[in-house]
């Protein structure tokens, strides 16, 4: 199966500063990428797609994609405490919808 | 909207007996995605299918696993005999056609078998 990697952290950042998450894939031809925030014990939630290489901002988000090295990255501005949570990288292949995802990065945002 | 409904929300189960979970899809959306999530392995994908069509059963780990859509409102996952290593946390997810790739998670189904 194609490969997604995260580094599994935990990232600790503190409050206010911006947390940088990263994340590799090893299907050239994935087409579309996806960043998904799982709190403790609950589902993942989308948080923002990137279809396109370049940089795409969503308020305090902004999700980055460099097709030609085959990574996607995730920038949280102004962390909050409450951005404390695993986020988890998925990309889907040249065909079909079915997602792939990394094994995700803990995020621990210190007061 | 209700949201992805699943249940139950946590089962434990001895090895060697039969577990259905079930998943109500969001109403309207025409895929639906079971996964399968532990520390080691993450969150696969099991199988996914498309007004009722199972599309992709290559992530399904082995016959024991078996899994229907007998209506666009109703699908299950179906482990029959289960193994300890069966335990996990199970979601399913549904999408619009429209928008394929924006799944909506349910709250997840925790299996435990001893």
């Known amino acids: 199966q194609k490969e997604v990697e995260q580094n599994s952290g935990p990232l600790s950042v503190p409050e206010g500063a911006i947390a940088s998450l990263n994340c590799t894939y090893s299907d050239r031809g994935s087409q579309s990428f996806f960043w998904y925030r799982q709190y403790s014990g609950k589902s993942p939630e989308l948080i923002m797609f990137i279809y396109s290489n370049g940089d795409k901002e969503d308020g305090r988000f902004t999700a980055q994609l460099n097709k030609a090295s085959q990574y996607v990255s995730l920038l949280i501005r102004d962390s909050q405490p409450s951005d404390s949570a695993t986020y988890l990288c998925?990309?889907?292949?040249?065909?079909?919808?079915?997602?792939?995802f990394g094994k995700g990065t803990s995020l621990l945002v210190t007061p | 909207d209700a949201g992805v409904i699943q249940s139950p929300r946590h089962e434990v189960t001895e090895m060697g007996q039969e577990v259905t979970l079930r998943c109500k899809p969001i109403?309207?959306?025409?895929?639906l995605f079971w996964y399968r999530q532990t520390m080691m392995r993450g969150l696969e994908l099991l199988i996914y299918?498309?007004?009722?069509?199972?599309?992709?059963d290559s992530g399904m780990p082995e016959d024991r696993f078996s899994a229907k859509m007998p209506n666009a409102s109703f699908s299950t996952l179906k482990i029959q005999p289960s193994e300890p290593r069966d335990s996990a946390v199970y979601f399913c997810a549904s999408s619009l056609i429209t928008a394929q790739e924006t799944q909506y998670f349910g709250p997840g189904t925790r299996l435990l078998v001893l």
């Open positions: 109403s309207g959306h025409d895929y």
């Open positions: 998925a990309v889907t292949p040249n065909s079909g919808y079915a997602l792939n």
């Open positions: 299918f498309n007004n009722n069509v199972p599309i992709d």
